[in-house]
């Protein structure tokens, strides 16, 4: 190796290693040489579809997206020791969505190139034109498919390229290192998010909540509405919510805006145990709004038990309960449940502000014949407790027709004043309304109905 050279390769990787990042050029440590990775400035909203044609990934299903990155091109290469003198660099090209074909033709570039400037240090102009001109090179627009098939020795093929492929050699130096279309779609698919993530956390962006402009690293991007927040200002809000048991509430800040803060979004601001809460209060949620899912009604364990289907048993798999999922009472057989008038209350109100989905939800939790149950159980109550009044000493529900405002109950035969509700003396019951310091004085009659008229005054 002449000293020319060997000073002219080394002021290249030198320069190389300057320009570069450690992400983008890595040098050989065992020989002059190295690695070049040449990513593509694509236009905005670039959409590719991935077809599979291969009869050995026949379970693969196509794969179509806009992507802001794709995979990049490689180029690895090695100075012989009479370049640039006389040689050019030894080099492959590999790319994971590139087909053979297209990085031959490219291999074809980069030689004219050389050819164009021989006796000249390379490696730049080529990485230039990598970066700048393989799409319009080989004219790749959007939307591009890449219709993958396995075609012997000829490699992985464009669908348009496949009318002239027999008259195209092959050049060894072009590699695509991709076994599979699940796998260059997985590829592709992480790739441009990593790239995406590298992109949003250096670029500043203004919170519009503290009004302060951070880097993206120090931020959360809600995908489905792109809207930007600081980390600081969302981990208070998500505290709050969480604390508060909102855990369905973690909606973007920006008003009316509906877009859902992920799991991951969320374990990444908050402490794990404020996370843990969370977790827990979103699966419990979720199991709420299933029908077939009921909890234990032990205070003491509430784990989540399956419903078996056609069967009003509920049987926990921690405590070994075995409850009537309806009532939540012991098991009781083919035995009707027994509510209380609260239950029966609740579960009426529940039903009837409900939308037809809902009422749908509950008639399949709780049987159809339990609600007609509640409503109608409900519907005597409140007519009970319009039209009728409860006996002072037992609770009967009387029902008032006709006649004066003595009133003897038919369960105890209580006497007691209809007007007051208070207990009438058994020798004289009369006297309470003869007495002028009642407050029922001259009211026997009070209300009663003679002939269509109704007495305002009654007298004994």
Not at 426 to 447: A, E
Request: charged share 25%; with cysteine.
């Amino acid at each position: 190796m002449s000293t020319e050279d060997q000073e002219a390769q080394e002021d290249e990787l030198l320069a190389l290693a300057s320009i570069y990042s450690e992400d983008e050029f890595k040098r050989a440590d065992a020989s002059p040489g190295g690695e070049i990775q040449v990513c593509l400035e694509l236009m905005s909203h670039f959409r590719i579809s991935v077809k599979n044609n291969s009869a050995a990934d026949s379970c693969t299903e196509n794969y179509e997206n806009t992507v802001s990155f794709l995979p990049p091109i490689v180029l690895n290469f090695e100075l012989p020791p009479d370049y640039p003198s006389t040689k050019p660099p030894n080099f492959t090209l590999s790319c994971k969505w590139l087909s053979p074909r297209q990085l031959t033709l490219l291999c074809q570039r980069l030689d004219d190139l050389w050819e164009d400037n021989k006796g000249c240090v390379i490696l730049f102009p080529w990485i230039q034109f990598l970066k700048e001109e393989t799409l319009e090179n080989l004219n790749i627009k959007s939307p591009y498919e890449i219709e993958v098939s396995s075609n012997g020795s000829q490699g992985w093929m464009q669908s348009h390229e496949k009318t002239h492929a027999d008259e195209v050699l092959l050049d060894r130096r072009a590699i695509q290192d991709v076994q599979s279309v699940s796998a260059l779609v997985k590829y592709i698919r992480d790739f441009n998010e990593a790239q995406q993530k590298k992109a949003f956390d250096s670029k500043p962006f203004l919170c519009n909540i503290c009004f302060t402009e951070k880097l993206g690293s120090e931020c959360t991007h809600f995908k489905a509405c792109e809207h930007v927040y600081c980390n600081t200002c969302l981990k208070d809000y998500f505290e709050i919510q969480i604390k508060d048991g909102q855990v369905h509430a973690l909606n973007c800040p920006e008003p009316k805006c509906t877009s859902v803060a992920t799991p991951s979004q969320v374990k990444n601001l908050v402490e794990e145990e404020l996370f843990s809460r969370y977790d827990r209060l979103l699966l419990q949620s979720s199991l709420d709004l299933m029908a077939d899912v009921v909890y234990c009604p032990r205070p003491s364990c509430e784990t989540p038990v399956m419903q078996e289907p056609e069967s009003s048993m509920g049987m926990c798999t921690v405590c070994q309960y075995a409850f009537c999922i309806v009532c939540k009472m012991t098991f009781h057989g083919v035995s009707p449940c027994k509510f209380t008038a609260e239950k029966l209350v609740t579960l009426r109100e529940e039903y009837l502000a409900a939308d037809e989905e809902g009422k749908k939800f509950m008639e399949k939790r709780y049987g159809k014949r339990v609600i007609q149950k509640a409503v109608e159980e409900m519907e005597s109550m409140e007519w009970l407790e319009q039209n009728s009044k409860c006996c002072p000493r037992c609770g009967t529900h009387i029902q008032k027709i006709d006649g004066c405002n003595k009133m003897t109950c038919t369960g105890c035969k209580l006497y007691f004043c209809w007007l007051c509700m208070s207990t009438l003396s058994r020798g004289n019951p009369y006297i309470h309304f003869n007495d002028s310091s009642s407050p029922c004085f001259n009211q026997l009659f009070q209300g009663m109905n003679v002939d269509g008229e109704f007495f305002d005054v009654g007298e004994v």
